[in-house]
């Protein structure tokens, strides 16, 4: 385990520039406002914020090496993201132990459907344009990310996101949602992929203040913690022809 | 769910074509090994064979419509089979529910690693060309892919795969091998994959006569029973925008 | 595998003797109903209802023998099962293989609380004496369990049930449900537990008729064949100190 | 989470008073050597000793109110711990959030088979009073439990303890055994439990200096650090019959 945790906030940033109400919301882009409520925590060594636009797509060699924890944010832009550099965040997470912390309308994203195998498709709706109300209900109070939470979040006014949720039941559920429109989601899961962690959790939407809700950000620093590398001495020996250990016969 | 189980036994066929060994333990190719053991017996309504060098690979629309569980042995040729039909058997499980029985070195096929996420990379060894015991343990009585097996298989002659198995945590893990050599291995893992089922089965060697033991035939015919699909009335709604269920506000 | 299963009904039978509510909604108790509704089906060999108030409160060594699953529905008098007949049912589970669905309120039952290790405490409402509406989604399409069903049974008026349920996290999450007043529930729930499998279904108030719903009658037969019975040959060997089947050094 | 975790170290201390082996390996008893590895390593508040000689069978409510994470092992008095005791350390887990970390022979413990349900029995062997080689392979490799590990660690004389492990499934399965003489064991297990964490780890025998192995010291003390407590702000509220947070109808 590294001596701190060294973030990487991914950022598409796209709503930022072509939505003024997302500008209205986050003025200094989402990520920005992520990667401020991560800054200083304890075990938290650096966050850096990196977007779809910058050189290489945020997602160099350079930042994935030098990165323990990812988290995503993306929603319109998924497409422009490369095969190539998607593939790389994956490798980063199976093979290094890289984790990745996925938001919201990320459940689309490259990555995280091609750690996951499925579709990852589910129902949405944002009522009246202003969302309504959901409660996140605590399910399994022994996890780590949930610490500290009280047994039910509740945000007036947010984007639905409902049943069936197209993923691999969670090695671990965290949270399950209610919606006043009548859904119920999986807000909250964990996976272990490879060497790597990776936690999805729904909040986010891009002209929502969700981002500054405390619990909610008390729900991402516990999930970059949780996701943090581990590390193999000697690391793991795969794709090999081995002699047998133990004489046989 | 159907009356009787359609099955299809995707076998890739290549070593029986070019090495003797192959040909000499299954004269008429593995396929038609595995395909004679599952017919007839109860609650298979067909069997039918379907191979790498047939039209449209053995995986064209009609084949798969009309499958409600595939079997999946290929080795040599991975490669080969189109990133195409990769992608429909993979539709075919995630969406429209049909079950994969995926054997032995099936583990760095197309679609099993597609479905898992992860790399699905191991450790082995064929041992003075003829093989090391295996001892496969039940670890889950209660499952029924366990049904009507003695607590261990032993295998005499087989190849060993070791850990580590780079695979998600199984949802259920039926069987734990035990190597002569030194290593253990993840034998028999269940995933649920959307609307479709996954049973991975380690055992089989294409020059070894793994596919006449018994136990091993029983281990495929009651994995194949459990991939069976089952059925949401009116199919599962996702990618939508529905109106709220329950009146809001 | 059983040629047919033999289903015990397992019905505590105190509200209908003192409570004219239930006795309006199952006049000839509520066992009967969920017998009959079983009665029949494919794969069911025989159905037969047992009552705390029978001889060895319908738990005798003969009846648990001749059960290849249980279903179990008990409220008030929880603590009027011996301990001794609680633990017969535990270790018929455990040690034999038989299947137990456990209905409602059975949450608090003897057997249930042994067999999960946990307080098994939720929060519960009955609204204005009438219910509120629940919706429940299936989140495992591809489970048996799930099978026939659609992606939602809507129950217009049922008693809430409220997290947090205190069990372990189930092997296999196959409902969660969406309360009216603003509560989620894990409502069908897998575990397996030594040679047998557990189910647990959330619906069935004793003066709701809640049993009568074709869907939840569906989910129930599910249940029982999901849950039952399978066989080791010459069964399980623990508690022994056994001479090593490998040579050593 | 509390600042550092407060460790009490339950041992038995029955082998160390009365078999010379046990003597000449623990001189100062098992417990002491185990508290001693834990120690002043970071995160660790304080290590104490607790044996079933001492006063309330080391199981005061004075003692558990001030213990984050307990390990435990013990062996020829399993039955000796009160009921009552035993009662005290399961709620104390489930409802607290106590972690506990049971080894080796404590499989058998009546705080360790009332939190899983099931009869936890297996089989074992010591060959030739000295015992066999065992390989305990890492399969998680993101598991914190795993971190700093080498993926296989090699104990040259331990006891056999081979399936079936009458254990339910574990949430997240860490390592797996090889032995000499034939069989394979689920050897670090974890589970949640209602508010709180139980991992089990197989190595330890009365009379082999396992717990002077480095690498199983760090096994011991990454399972001390995952078990830690989290905190529900207001806790859980359950055996209640809540107003409805949302308005019905």
Redesign the interface.
């Known amino acids: 385990?590294s001596d701190g945790i060294r973030v990487t906030v991914w950022n598409e940033g796209k709503h930022e520039q072509s939505n003024p109400e997302a500008q209205k919301v986050y003025p200094q882009g989402m990520g920005h406002q992520i990667a401020q409520s991560l800054e200083g925590r304890p075990g938290i060594a650096s966050v850096r914020v990196a977007q779809l636009h910058d050189p290489g797509q945020g997602l160099t060699d350079e930042i994935l090496e030098t990165t323990d924890v990812m988290t995503w944010w993306g929603h319109m832009a998924h497409h422009e993201v490369s095969d190539e550099n998607a593939e790389k965040v994956?490798r980063r997470v199976?093979?290094a132990?890289m984790g990745l912390v996925v938001l919201h309308s990320g459940h689309m994203s490259k990555p995280f459907r091609?750690?996951?195998?499925?579709?990852c498709?589910?129902?949405?709706?944002v009522?009246n344009e202003e969302g309504?109300?959901e409660?996140i209900?605590?399910?399994?109070?022994?996890?780590?990310i949930?610490?500290?939470?009280?047994?039910?979040i509740?945000l007036d006014k947010t984007e639905?996101y409902?049943?069936?949720?197209?993923i691999?039941?969670p090695?671990?559920?965290v949270f399950?949602?209610?919606?006043?429109?009548?859904?119920?989601f999986?807000s909250g899961c964990c996976?272990?992929?490879?060497?790597?962690?990776l936690f999805y959790f729904r909040p986010g939407h891009e002209t929502l203040p969700i981002f500054y809700n405390e619990q909610v950000l008390q729900v991402l620093y516990n999930g970059v913690r949780w996701a943090r590398p581990?590390?193999?001495?000697?690391?793991?020996?795969?794709?090999?022809?081995?002699?047998?250990?133990?004489k046989?016969?």
Chains 1, 2, 3, 4 share one sequence.
């Open positions: 385990m994956v199976v093979d132990g091609a750690l996951l195998g499925t579709g498709m589910l129902k949405w709706r009522w309504e109300r409660r209900w605590v399910v399994d109070p022994a996890h780590p949930a610490d500290g939470l009280p047994e039910c509740v639905m409902g049943e069936h949720f197209d691999p039941q090695d671990q559920q399950i949602s209610w919606f006043q429109g009548g859904e119920v999986r996976w272990h992929r490879g060497a790597g962690k581990t590390r193999i001495a000697g690391g793991l020996k795969r794709d090999m022809h081995p002699d047998p250990p133990e046989i016969g």
